[in-house]
């Protein structure tokens, strides 16, 4: 995090009508969506803040971000959240760290991530208040590859390519079960208190296929196909039918063509990485290849 951007955002944190009397403020993080900061009163409360404004280009509306950040806080898998206002969320200061995508691959772990996400799945939505976007990734595939040629991106001449391999994966994919999705899960959004695991950061959440959380966290953590197997077995049990493999696979497909076309999007940014989108890209050929 620069020092502009800190000072900038401690600035932010402290005129926040919240406190109650003098606080202690630090930096937690700085992300490509959002920043973050811990905070200590006087009285020894400790709470981390989060701030960030809507990206519609990339699917970010931050009312959507606190309305399930909020629904998972009363189902008990996030922080418990005390203010809210246009672009910040106060909420609990967990004890712990993020998980590394190391130890997110471990079978141990695994275990624990799939349940956390079956919670998210089965138990949140019933905890929702006022609207709520959808993630549907072949949409914001489309969107990203309009976005890409208007701009002149250096992919141009292979968005035609893409854009074909996105709706051939779609058709793939049929028809979808629907629930409230996290769909991001990098390891750093899973969190290990020492006791048990949450789940943070909402930036992307929306009603999507379960498939997409697996094949996103198989997809942003590496999993090698013995991992998906435990990620899958452990997830539907015996009533893993045959057709969600190949689901499953067209969606971490998806998810990767996500990961190329968003970072094609951010490397016209300052701060932006060609590695990042060429390295993307060769990994969706990849998989496409062992999709056939």
């Given amino acids: ?53 809507d990206l519609p280009q990339h699917g970010i509306m931050r009312f959507n971000e606190q309305a ?15 203010f ?12 712990g760290r993020n998980l590394t995508p190391e130890e997110v691959r471990q079978p141990q772990n695994l275990f624990r991530i799939v349940a956390l996400i ?28 309009s976005a890409l040629d208007k701009s002149d991106s250096r992919l141009a001449d292979a968005l035609p390519r893409l854009l074909a391999i996105n709706d051939a994966l779609e058709r793939r994919v049929g ?15 899973v969190f290990d208190d020492g006791v048990r695991l949450w789940l943070l ?11 997409f ?3 996103s966290l198989s997809v942003n953590n590496s999993l090698a196909l013995d991992d998906d197997n435990i990620l899958l077995e452990t997830y539907f049990g015996d009533t893993l039918e045959a057709n969600v493999w190949d689901a499953f696979r067209s969606f971490k497909c998806a998810a990767l063509l996500h990961k190329t076309l968003e970072s094609a999007i951010d490397e016209m940014s300052p701060g932006g990485s060609r590695v990042m989108t060429d390295e993307t890209l060769v990994r969706l050929d990849a998989a496409l290849a062992d999709l056939d």
């Fill in 1 to 53: 995090m620069s020092d502009l951007m800190s000072e900038r955002g401690i600035l932010e944190v402290e005129a926040l009508p919240f406190w109650t009397g003098s606080i202690k403020i630090w930096p937690i993080s700085q992300g490509t969506t959002n920043s973050n900061y811990g905070v200590q009163q006087a009285d020894g409360q400790r709470f981390a803040v989060r701030l960030g404004q």
């Fill in 68 to 82: 399930a950040a909020v629904a998972a806080a009363r189902a008990g898998i996030s922080p418990k959240i005390y």
């Fill in 84 to 95: 809210t206002a246009p672009g910040v969320i106060v909420s609990r200061l967990l004890p």
């Fill in 118 to 145: 079956r919670r998210c799945h089965t138990g949140t939505a019933t905890f929702l208040q006022g609207p709520l976007l959808a993630f549907w990734v072949f949409h914001i595939n489309r969107s990203y590859g």
């Fill in 175 to 189: 028809k979808v079960d629907i629930a409230l999705g996290h769909n991001d899960l990098l390891a750093q959004n």
């Fill in 201 to 211: 950061d909402w930036d992307h959440a929306g009603f999507n296929s379960p498939l």
């Fill in 213 to 215: 959380d697996l094949a």
